[in-house]
C-alpha cells in the first residue's frame, strides 16, 4: 500500500478500527460494527461513508433492509483491513485515543529508521510542521517516540526514534507501507 492510500485512510478515526473489525470477522452491519469500535453512530457513519468512497468498502447489493445495510470489504479493502488488524493486535486498549489521531501511524511508519525532522515531513509530503510537531510530542509524551539531539551538527538537530509500542508498530508497518 502506498503512503498517500495509508494517510487517507487514517484521516478518520474510525476507518482503521472498523476495517480492522472487518477483518476479524465481525459482521459488516453498523450495529455489530459500533459495538465492537465504540464509536458513535455519527462518527461512524462518517468513517464508513469514507471508506465507501476510497473503494475499500461496498453496500453488499443483495441482503438486506435498506434501513439496515450490509457492508463487505472490496479486494483493495481486504488487503487494507489486514494492515488495520494487524496494527490493532499489536496496541493496548489505552493506545486507541493515540492511534485515531490523523498523522500517528503515518508518522511512526516514517520512522522504521531513526530520523530528522525534515527527513519525516519529506516522506508525508502533506503534513505540516504544526501537526508533525504535535503528532511527534503527543507520541514522546506516550513514550512512543524519542527525541534526541545531534550536537555534532551545525546547527545541532532532533533525531526521532520509534521505541516501545511505537517501535513495535513501526515493524509491523514497515514491510506493508511504500513511500513515494
Known amino acids: 500500500m502506498y503512503i498517500e492510500l495509508f494517510v487517507n485512510i487514517t484521516s478518520r478515526a474510525w ?3 472498523i476495517l480492522s473489525n472487518m477483518h476479524a470477522g465481525i459482521a459488516g452491519r453498523q450495529a455489530p460494527l ?4 465504540g464509536a458513535s453512530r455519527t462518527a461512524f457513519a462518517q468513517s464508513m461513508d469514507h471508506l465507501i468512497k476510497m473503494g475499500l468498502v461496498e453496500r453488499n447489493p443483495g441482503y438486506g433492509h435498506p434501513l439496515r445495510p450490509e457492508f463487505r470489504l472490496t479486494l483493495l479493502g481486504t488487503a487494507a483491513a489486514a494492515i488495520a488488524n494487524k496494527i490493532q493486535n499489536v496496541s493496548a486498549d489505552e493506545d486507541q485515543d ?4 490523523s498523522w ?3 508518522v511512526l511508519t516514517s520512522l522504521h529508521s531513526s530520523s530528522h525532522f525534515n527527513d519525516i515531513k519529506r516522506k508525508l509530503p502533506r503534513i505540516t ?3 508533525l510537531s504535535q503528532s511527534l510530542k503527543s507520541m514522546e509524551v506516550r513514550s ?5 539531539v545531534d550536537e555534532t551538527a551545525r546547527p545541532p538537530k532532533s533525531i526521532y526514534e520509534a521505541v516501545n509500542t511505537g517501535a513495535v508498530i513501526s515493524k509491523v508497518m514497515a514491510p ?3 513511500f513515494l
Open 34 to 37: 459500533l459495538v465492537a469500535t
Open 129 to 131: 510542521d504544526r501537526a
Open 104 to 106: 500517528t501511524l503515518p
Open 98 to 101: 493515540l492511534l485515531r489521531r
Open 15 to 17: 476507518a482503521l478500527p
Open 144 to 148: 512512543w517516540v524519542r527525541r534526541s
Open 176 to 178: 506493508e507501507i511504500r
